[in-house]
C-alpha cells in the first residue's frame, strides 16, 4: 500500500483563507481521504483579565476552525462515500482547569 501525506498552511480562523486552501488542496491533490484538525490556542488567564480580541481568538480558532475545514472537505467525502475526519480536542473538555475559562469552554 503506498500513502502520500500532503501539509498545507492557512490561518485556519478566517473562512475564506480556508475555502482558498480547500480549492487548491483539490487541484493539487484531488480527493482527500483523511483530513486531521489539530489547531488551538492557550492564551492562559483568568477570564477577567482577557481582552474580547483573545475570547474570540481563542474561539475562532479552537472551534470555528474545525466548522470550516469540515465544511469544505466533507461534502465530497460524502459524494465519493469514503473518507474520514480526525476532530483533536483536549481533555479540558472533560476536565476544567483554573485560570483556562478561555480554553475549557470551547474544549466540549
Known sequence: M???????????SNENQVEELADKVHREVGDV????????V?????????????????????????MWT????????????????VAISSVAGILGCSYLVDYWYESF
Not at 481521504?33 to 488551538?40: F, Q, R, S, T, Y
Not at 461534502?75 to 462515500?81: C, N, Q, Y
Open 33 to 40: 481521504d483523511i483530513l486531521i484538525n489539530n489547531a488551538g
Open 2 to 12: 503506498q500513502c502520500k501525506a500532503h501539509a498545507y498552511t492557512c490561518d485556519v
Open 42 to 66: 492557550l492564551p492562559g488567564k483568568p477570564l477577567l483579565e482577557l481582552t474580547n480580541k483573545q475570547i474570540k481568538k481563542t474561539l475562532d480558532i479552537n472551534t470555528l476552525a474545525h
Open 70 to 85: 469540515i465544511r469544505q472537505f466533507l461534502p465530497r467525502m460524502l459524494e465519493r462515500g469514503e473518507g474520514h475526519i
